[in-house]
């Protein structure tokens, strides 16, 4: 019996209806296990994962395969997104064992949750040395029933070995100056100068170390920390990885040269590049950066907004091409012959110059990706945007991709922060409205009475599996920015309450963070990893958001476990820069203070607006008027003549109040 229908996982019901017997995690599933002496097939995925549908297609829908993995195994479906520490323990296995990782993941677990052979996708025949999934299940099937005793030593070896990976990083001490600079020297030896970017393909947008970067400029005025940011934000916008009709940007670029993209599209990195888009036009005025911003900030709202105010984590990489075959890409790309049926010859030859559409192809059977090779320069503007809403109004008949409709806290914070500054930069207060109602349902449906968040939602309804460190720490993030923006101080408030969690469940000894609470589901490990990957780790963004609110209300408490999560980025910084670029931006933050502002004075008026625009790295920001209760920084801060007052403070010395919105914007200068 698939025991899979009726959960909220969208991934997870689209194996309800497979022949498999699937369970989901729980309890019960591995007394199942026990009950039959027969091992667990964990199988661990998320719903725009290509892999995991090809897995699913070939192997899960066979009827044979299914019969096999029903009779030897109890077999339980995983969501990598609603479990993220069950996901994070398993990954770690498979990467100590193997030396890689990826999605979909099999490991194989004995009724105690312990494993003892793992890998992650197996093709239906062998191929490339690679062993087929049958093969897999046989051969695991054998050793379980005739080498028990090997299994047993196998499997308490790596649950050992994986005891034995604490972390040392906590009680660093602060990183300086000398660490961030290291932290950049690192970042340029790993720098694209041909193509922009760091590393070689697969090209990952890296937009938390260009939160580094801008602010490493900001504070320190090193130009090549700009021009990394500026020219990697560039070719990614110009690159095939960026959607150039609807906006927003795909997971990765397949090439180095940001040419094809895989397709999916997902909530935080959209959130993520959104905000970085916004802050690289606040440093340098870019039009494109402004663009982009705004585009991404309308794709979120468009395509991943739910019914309830959330927003949904994915849209798959994989539609109907319109023949019924669903194929990577297809909603997306365009050939010659398609570009001439919607625009006719003449425009259809600008398009295909425009846009990088070949006779050949730039992707598969003849398609092409949309880029601007040219990067639009030289071309009639009207007439480039003429072109470009037929083929977007166009596009919009076809077979739409799949849509992961669950709202996952954490990636909700990240949008509720890129859309509130967003919309407080570009004077658009529905972007604000939207961050606002993202917010109040994460409060509504995702805080209980004592603050303790759940991961998920789906259809306005709460999922049973318990927040995550990453959930408070964006989470907390998204509401600091947004009582910023909007000038409520209920959520700073909300933030208070999130983090006083962190520090009664989520702490450990010298300033250490764990990614599960004390009081979460014992998992064979407990999860702890403070490398930042596709999001910021729960490690950095609590550390970033506590910093932000010991800023505000200077609590002591909070500044001390933010200081203490930031050893980490001391010990990792100079080393791996590329994978802790949060932590090096929060370290950032708390080198330059991170400075205090208060504006005495209307919300959303020149000054407020002036405050909301300085580069000082993490500058937090209180607005409204003097003496009210919801912001501890605006106590005892007197407007001056009767005007609107700005105070900026840092390491507990105040600069002179000011009423001239230039002479605030130099004291925000970085």
Not at 344 to 355: I, K, L
Not at 614 to 622: E, N, Q, Y
């Amino acid at each position: 019996m698939n025991r899979l229908a009726g959960v909220t996982s969208p991934y997870l019901l689209q194996h309800a209806d497979n022949p498999v017997d699937w369970w989901p995690w729980g309890q019960d599933a591995f007394e199942e296990a026990r009950r039959r002496n027969v091992p667990v097939l964990l199988s661990v995925g998320y719903s725009a994962c290509h892999w995991c549908h090809v897995m699913a297609h070939e192997s899960f829908e066979d009827e044979a395969v299914a019969a096999y993995m029903n009779e030897h195994f109890v077999n339980v479906k995983v969501d990598r997104e609603e479990r993220p520490d069950v996901d994070a323990v398993y990954m770690e296995a498979v990467q100590a064992a193997t030396g890689q990782g990826g999605w979909p993941m099999t490991v194989f677990l004995n009724a105690d949750a312990e494993p003892f052979y793992f890998g992650t996708y197996f093709p239906p025949e062998s191929r490339h040395g690679m062993p087929s999934f049958v093969q897999v299940l046989e051969g695991v099937s054998a050793a379980w029933r005739d080498r028990p005793e090997e299994v047993a030593e196998v499997a308490g070896r790596i649950v050992h070995d994986l005891a034995g990976r604490s972390l040392a990083h906590g009680g660093e001490g602060l990183p300086g100056e000398q660490e961030l600079a290291q932290a950049l020297l690192g970042l340029t030896r790993e720098y694209d100068d041909k193509h922009a970017g760091f590393g070689g393909a697969p090209k990952f947008p890296p937009s938390m170390t260009i939160e580094f970067l801008l602010r490493h400029h900001a504070r320190t005025g090193a130009e090549g920390a700009l021009q990394m940011a500026a020219d990697t934000c560039g070719a990614m916008a110009r690159g095939g990885m960026y959607d150039q009709l609807g906006g927003g940007f795909a997971r990765y670029s397949v090439d180095r040269e940001w040419i094809v993209p895989h397709f999916e599209k997902m909530l935080y990195d959209n959130a993520l590049l959104c905000r970085v888009y916004a802050h690289l036009w606040r440093a340098t005025g870019s039009e494109t950066a402004r663009r982009v911003a705004l585009e991404t900030a309308d794709f979120l709202v468009r395509e991943l907004r739910t019914a309830e105010g959330g927003f949904a984590s994915a849209l798959d990489a994989d539609s109907d091409d319109g023949s019924g075959r669903h194929v990577e890409g297809a909603f997306y790309v365009w050939t010659p012959g398609q570009l001439r049926e919607v625009l006719g010859e003449e425009d259809a030859a600008f398009a295909a110059e425009y846009f990088g559409v070949t006779e050949e192809g730039t992707f598969e059977e003849g398609a092409s990706v949309l880029q601007l090779p040219g990067g639009g320069a030289g071309v009639d503007a009207d007439r480039a945007a003429g072109v470009r809403a037929r083929l977007f109004a166009a596009r919009e008949e076809r077979p739409r991709p799949g849509r992961d409709d669950k709202v996952v806290a954490a990636w909700n914070g990240l949008a509720i922060a890129a859309l509130a500054e967003t919309g407080a930069y570009f004077g658009r207060p529905d972007l604000i409205e939207r961050a606002t109602e993202a917010a109040d349902l994460l409060v509504r449906l995702h805080m209980g009475e004592v603050a303790r968040l759940v991961r998920t939602s789906r259809d306005g309804r709460a999922g049973s599996n318990a927040g995550v460190l990453e959930d408070y720490g964006d989470v907390a993030e998204g509401f600091v920015a947004l009582a910023a923006v909007t000038g409520e101080g209920a959520w700073l408030e909300f933030a208070g309450f999130l983090l006083d969690i962190v520090l009664q469940h989520f702490s450990g000894e010298g300033g250490q963070l764990y990614d599960t609470a004390d009081d979460a589901e014992r998992l064979i490990r407990r999860p702890q990893d403070p490398t930042d990957s596709a999001t910021p780790a729960g490690w950095t963004a609590a550390a970033g958001a506590l910093l932000s609110y010991a800023a505000h209300t200077g609590s002591q408490a909070h500044r001390t476990a933010a200081e203490g999560a930031l050893g980490v980025v001391k010990a990792l910084g100079p080393r791996v820069p590329r994978f802790i670029g949060w932590g090096l931006a929060v370290a950032e933050a708390q080198l330059d203070g991170p400075r205090e502002v208060a504006v005495a004075g209307p919300v959303g008026g020149e000054l407020h607006r002036t405050a909301l625009l300085g580069r000082a790295p993490g500058a937090v920001v209180a607005a409204g008027e003097t003496g009210g209760a919801e912001f501890p920084l605006l106590m005892d801060r007197p407007q001056a003549e009767g005007r609107p007052t700005a105070y900026v403070c840092r390491h507990f010395v105040c600069d002179a109040p000011t009423t001239d919105a230039e002479e605030l914007a130099q004291k925000l200068g970085g």
